[in-house]
């Protein structure tokens, strides 16, 4: 079921029916000040709404600061281990902290964290991840791995609702697709809070995206996940990409053109993968939401242009340009994408 609480990340609304808000990570060394700032300024531009940076040491802690005042997004700290650290970052000015409260040194560590945080008014990201699980689940998850991810998820929530703190959304990642599923199909039935998406470790850009889209979409279109992170071994402005088509693709944000195009088949006389491809790079350009259709014959382009705002169909040495399903013109293959573009601008 959808989350019924709402927090505020650095003035970004998640969760309580606010938009899915999509989040990455830098890959830079925090304490590099200038290489941050630079990938968080790339980030944001790629359509990143939250940005978290890793806080290992002390210098990447006090680098927060003037990482805070240069980013145009909010900034969320992710700590492991030292309870000290997350003090040094909310005092450094962070929208939000990400901490794990089974190994940041115990209930009175937390307790310190959560006193800051909320001296602070800022919110945190608890939760489980199925590489790290507690010892003392390690029976449970040889059971049920998705069971144990809840269990511990769960055992956070108790901690924080105890202290008196609700500021927080959680998390329940896993490598594994059907158990990140079922992971979160559970957590979303016991509890009220924000739920922050994602396939941990999901790979390379073609294996991780689709994996991500698998697991997440399942989720999304049934209304679970107020906020997502798409984990890749890439450049992370990938992430943000990947997970916007995601978000587009289930009509949950608008933000740029959809295209769609037909598959490679015997029929094509033009060559629709290098046309595609063209159109792609091309609208690139636009930050307008509007669909574009490509295909390579006219057996399925007047059916497919009629449903998109614009449409090319080519042929062997002709092709048509469509809008809001009208054949506008009729005219020659090597000018086709320029022509599309006219109509389009």
Known sequence: MASQRQISVGGVTIGGGAPV???????????????????????????CELVRVAVPKLEDAEALSRIVRFSPVPVIADIHFNASLALKAIDQGVAAVRINPGNIGGPDKVAEVVKKAKTAGIPMRIGANSGSLPKHLSDLAHKDQAEALVEAALEEVRLLEQL??????????SSHVPTMIRAYRMLSERVPYPLHLGVTEAGTPFAGGIKSAVGMGAL???????????SLTADPVEEVKVAWEILKSLGLRERGPIMIACPSCGRDNVGVQTLAEKVEERLLAYPQHFEVAVLG????????????????????????VYAHGRVLKKVSSDILIDELFHEID
């Open 164 to 173: 008196d703190y609700h500021d927080f959304k959680i998390s329940v990642k």
């Open 297 to 320: 014959c006219a057996v399925n382009g007047p059916g497919e242009a009629g449903d998109a705002d614009f449409g090319i169909a080519g042929g062997r040495d002709v092709g048509f």
């Open 220 to 230: 999304l279109v049934d209304g679970i996940g107020d906020t997502l992170r798409v």
């Open 21 to 47: 808000v999509v989040q990455s990570m830098t890959l830079t060394k925090t304490h590099d000040v200038e290489a941050t700032t630079a990938q968080i300024a790339e980030l944001a531009s790629a359509g």
